[in-house]
């Protein structure tokens, strides 16, 4: 007999049920990789918040992993100009463990703005910005639990962002698009470098009920809780110095745009000028005329005259005409501030190149005028046509301030050498002032302002010092806030 064995047969899963299992592994998968920390992460502005036309704090956090190459390009063209790029690149080591890099980053107005971070030819992440996001508004930000009460009292146009105190670095270029720094006094504080570099930058540091809890910021503010302290182009307050309202932080607030412009817009390195028309068309009669004489007269041996005659002109034409240098460039310095002695030093180069050339220089900068450029923390390169001229400005860091106004309103010099053209904007004229003097003497017959004096005069404030060195000039703001009492303030500083 033949033997038949029964098989029960697998159970089978109809389509719903499979539908099921799918979409519950799919929700798994994506939590967990929701919750998988990032391997780059990249933080552009305060909070993410970008000021456009100004320098703004870049962040990139890696997680064990590097090296990566971070790229930024940012599209500043037209419709009309096309593509204007400017990229921004870095290389950033990581390693094990948790990596973070700061820099810097001159934003201008964008059409278009993209991040990416790559590792190995693999992009780690990527991200844009969109263009209704760009806003040229100074950003307010305040360092509080609760930023709620702060956005109300700054006023509805303000942009408040609420950070972190570890978010605030120590460098002034990172707060090129700030108006005001606020410290509640609610929680973590910032170290005191961080809010001097923030007045350096023209910032208004607002310290409220932060004497108990850190006495070294404390010391930062005036003790005339109405009074405002100058530290470098800003303004170190206590917290009942705003009562007039929130204007005037837009008061208080000094524009380095307009001085920046005013300076860069004079004195400029001119392209060399060229041989006339008409020399050029004597030299080359002369030698039309030499050459049909030699040729007329000379026979075979006139020919080899000739040649000869060719190459010698052309010699002497090469060593006459050629300029020293391929590309020239002047590098001007003006420095704003003056409080406490500091200021913020924004640094001109004016590139000429005779050739096509790619001009190097070895600091992060920005084009005056909109230009294909490529930037970053090593160095800034531009491309430039033959006889072509180009303006770039260095990313503005903190430095001494020589020209400084003392404690009884006097104008001293404490820098290295002398300081000249020393003039107050609506006030007197000083001769030259040497090292470690004060400005007593006004000058009787002083000389005619030169053209960068004129135009910084046109753009600073009333009761603004202006002196230079021959290479730098020193723009010092007024001690007390004059453009602020015209809002009611009292005039107090400390």
């Known amino acids: 007999m033949r033997a038949h064995s029964c098989r029960t047969p697998a159970p089978t899963l109809n389509a719903a049920t499979r539908l099921v299992v799918v979409v519950a592994a799919a929700w798994l998968l994506g939590s967990a990789v929701a919750q998988a ?110 930023p709620g009460p702060w956005r109300s009292r700054l006023g509805d146009g303000a942009r408040v962002v609420d950070v972190t105190a570890e978010r605030l670095v120590s460098r002034s270029a990172a707060y090129d698009g700030v108006r005001s720094v606020v410290v509640a006094g609610d929680g973590d504080l910032p170290r005191p470098g961080a809010l001097v570099s923030a007045a350096t930058a ?111 002109a052309s010699l002497v034409a090469w060593t006459a005409l050629r300029p020293a240098d391929a590309t020239l460039q002047v590098t001007r310095d003006v420095v704003i501030g003056g409080g406490g002695g500091i200021g913020q030093r924004w640094r001109l180069h004016d590139v000429v190149s005779l050739p096509a050339a790619d001009v190097r220089i070895d600091a992060p900068a920005r084009p005056i005028m909109a230009i294909p450029l490529s930037t970053g923390p090593d ?58 003097a004060v400005a007593a003497g006004i000058a009787r017959d002083p000389l005619p302002p030169s053209a960068t004096a004129r135009a910084l005069l046109d753009v600073v404030p009333a009761g603004t010092a202006i002196a230079s060195d021959g290479t730098t000039w020193f723009v010092t703001l007024a001690p007390q806030p004059r453009r602020i009492d015209a809002l009611g303030l009292a005039e107090r500083s400390d």
């Open 202 to 312: 023209g910032a208004v540091v607002v310290l409220s009920d932060v004497a108990a809890e850190a006495p070294t910021l404390s010391a930062l503010a005036p003790s005339d809780p109405l009074a405002w302290r100058r530290v470098g182009a800003g303004w170190i307050v206590q917290q009942d110095a705003l009562e007039p309202g929130p204007a005037v932080l837009e008061a208080a607030r000094t524009d380095h745009a307009a001085t920046v412009s005013a300076f860069a817009a004079v004195d400029r390195l001119q392209i060399p000028t060229s041989v006339p028309s008409i020399t050029l068309l004597f030299a080359a009669a002369g030698y039309a005329l030499s050459v049909l004489i030699v040729l007329r007269f000379g026979g075979t041996p006139g020919i080899v005259a000739a040649g000869a005659l060719a190459v010698a």
């Open 379 to 436: 160095g800034t390169m531009v491309s430039l046509a033959r006889w072509r001229g180009q303006q770039l400005l260095e990313r503005p860091r903190a430095t001494d301030a020589w020209l400084r106004w003392d404690a009884e309103g006097a104008l001293v010099n404490d820098g290295p050498r002398t300081l000249t053209q020393v003039q107050v904007k609506d006030g007197p004229t000083y001769g030259a002032l040497a090292p470690g």
């Open 37 to 146: 920390p990032r391997l780059a992460a990249l933080e552009l502005g305060f909070g993410g918040t970008l000021v456009a036309d100004a320098w703004n704090p870049l962040r990139l956090t890696l997680r064990d992993v590097g090296p990566v190459e971070l790229e930024i390009v940012i599209d500043q063209g037209s419709l009309r100009e096309g593509s204007i790029p400017l990229v921004y690149r870095a290389t950033v080591r990581g390693g094990s463990g948790l990596s973070v890099f700061d820099d810097e980053v001159f934003v201008p107005t964008w059409r278009s703005l993209a991040w990416t971070a790559r590792a190995g030819g693999i992009t780690l992440a990527s991200g844009s910005v969109p263009r209704a996001d760009a806003d040229r508004r100074p950003l307010d930000l305040v360092v509080t639990h609760s």
